[in-house]
T-cell receptor
């Protein structure tokens, strides 16, 4: 069964509102979680690395004030898209592992549509 | 439920050799996409190749090709003339389209290209 749960699987919101996406590791503690964004027919772009108990590490070009990441516990990381705009519409995927040497498990993704 | 299985956790081949990574999946759906992603140490997920299930012709991208066997639900990746830069983690993934927007990953195969 799934070891990483991502919620919601899809969400539609109005421009200017904020949306929160959750990523949970179900049967292991994940000190590190990763957030990706998929563009149509393209690779998954790593947005940020979420570290439990500390600030997330954002990749170059990713606005940290727009994509707020909170890794408050060893089993939960959240990505909040603030003041969403239509160009933020995308497919967001999280992944998690127990430690850097352990297998990486992926969530099923969240389809965000901003109208 | 859909599943993706990569039966080879780790593989090693000599540079310039050809290597095949296996992937099988399980679904009752008829329309879907299959992907192979390459993950270097940077943790980015680089799309290597994509196959639409309705296409009988196997997808190819330069040195990368797939053997897509729909009836057998098999989607193996062949890397020809392997290069040192091909060393990475490779993930097979499956997505039902349209509408489901859920992506399912295999556990990955760590590929080492030896000089």
């Amino acid at each position: 069964g799934a070891v990483v749960s991502q919620h919601p699987s899809w969400v539609i919101c109005k421009s200017g509102t904020s949306v929160k996406i959750e990523c949970r590791s179900l049967d292991f503690q994940a000190t590190t979680m990763f957030w990706y964004r998929q563009f149509p027919k393209q690779s998954l772009m790593l947005m940020a690395t979420s570290n439990e108990g500390s600030k997330a590490t954002y990749e170059q070009g990713v606005e940290k004030d727009k994509f707020l990441i909170n890794h408050a516990s060893l089993t939960l990381s959240t990505l909040t898209v603030t003041s969403a705009h239509p160009e933020d519409s995308s497919f967001y995927i999280c992944s998690a592992s127990r430690d850097p040497n352990s297998p990486l498990h992926f969530g099923n993704g969240t389809r965000l549509t901003v109208t | 439920a859909q599943t993706v299985t990569q039966s080879q956790p780790e593989m090693s081949v000599q540079e310039a050799e050809t290597v095949t990574l296996s992937c099988t999946y399980d679904t009752s759906e008829n329309n879907y996409y299959l992907f192979w992603y390459k993950q270097p140490p940077s943790r980015q997920m680089i799309l290597v190749i994509r196959q639409e299930a309705y296409k009988q012709q196997n997808a190819t991208e330069n040195r990368f090709s797939v053997n897509f066997q729909k009836a057998a639900k098999s989607f193996s990746l062949k890397i020809s003339d392997s290069q040192l830069g091909d060393t990475a983690m490779y993930f097979c993934a499956f997505m039902i389209l349209p509408g489901d927007d859920k992506i399912i990953f295999g556990k990955g195969t760590r590929l080492h290209i030896l000089p």
